[in-house]
T-cell receptor, first 112, second 113 residues
Framework: GESVGLHLPTLSVQEGDNSIINCAYSNSASDYFIWYKQESGKGPQFIIDIRSNMDKRQGQRVTVLLNKTVKHLSLQIAATQPGDSAVYFCAENTGTASKLTFGTGTRLQVTL | NAGVTQTPKFQVLKTGQSMTLQCAQDMNHEYMSWYRQDPGMGLRLIHYSVGAGITDQGEVPNGYNVSRSTTEDFPLRLLSAAPSQTSVYFC????????????FGPGTRLTVL
């Protein structure tokens, strides 16, 4: 796969533990946020999204928390598995949803 | 549905050559976008479209052209390739009301020598 994210921050967690990946977004007017997972050699894959009128949303094994006061977003992965190893990106969108602005990403490494 | 498809998967160009990266989606999405991804820099928006016949510039549009003659297709053209355009290119599409987020294609790895 491509050498994406050579200088990305890395989070190492043990299999079975919970993971928390953080993201600071830039635009206080952003009203829609998405977390993506990107495995080596593949395109970003949608994980979960949240609108600005919510502060928490849960999916299967994942939870997204939104703190608009400090412009902070987090992704929590429960019972992390080896298949969760990837680079995770947050993305923000403003208004008409015609485009997304991505953060730089965090690499999640799951150790056995 | 095939989702978002991109061709080619890999391409090597010489400086000054031109080429078109193809992107198609079969989900009847109104919104489509092109991103480039460089190491350590995340994804940066090149051009986007909110419907057939409508395109606009993103964060890094210089050196790239786009057109949207149909809902399904959104080709990205490099008129005169430069080494700085060596990158991985991703196409994405979405419904206009953010029902399900944006869907990305598998990417095209471009090297300009």
């Amino acid at each position: 796969g491509e050498s994406v994210g050579l200088h990305l921050p890395t989070l190492s967690v043990q299999e079975g533990d919970n993971s928390i990946i953080n993201c600071a977004y830039s635009n206080s007017a952003s009203d829609y946020f998405i977390w993506y997972k990107q495995e080596s050699g593949k395109g970003p894959q949608f994980i979960i999204d949240i609108r600005s009128n919510m502060d928490k949303r849960q999916g299967q094994r994942v939870t997204v928390l939104l703190n608009k006061t400090v412009k902070h977003l987090s992704l929590q992965i429960a019972a992390t598995q080896p298949g969760d190893s990837a680079v995770y990106f947050c993305a923000e969108n403003t208004g008409t949803a015609s485009k997304l602005t991505f953060g730089t990403g965090t690499r999640l490494q799951v150790t056995l | 549905n095939a989702g978002v498809t991109q061709t080619p998967k890999f391409q090597v160009l010489k400086t000054g050559q031109s080429m078109t990266l193809q992107c198609a989606q079969d989900m009847n999405h109104e919104y489509m976008s092109w991103y480039r991804q460089d190491p350590g820099m995340g994804l940066r928006l090149i051009h986007y479209s909110v419907g057939a016949g409508i395109t606009d510039q993103g964060e890094v549009p210089n050196g790239y052209n786009v057109s949207r003659s149909t809902t399904e297709d959104f080709p990205l053209r490099l008129l005169s390739a430069a080494p700085s355009q060596t990158s991985v290119y991703f196409c994405a599409s979405s419904y206009s009301n953010n029902r399900e987020g944006w869907f990305f294609g598998p990417g095209t790895r471009l090297t300009v020598l």
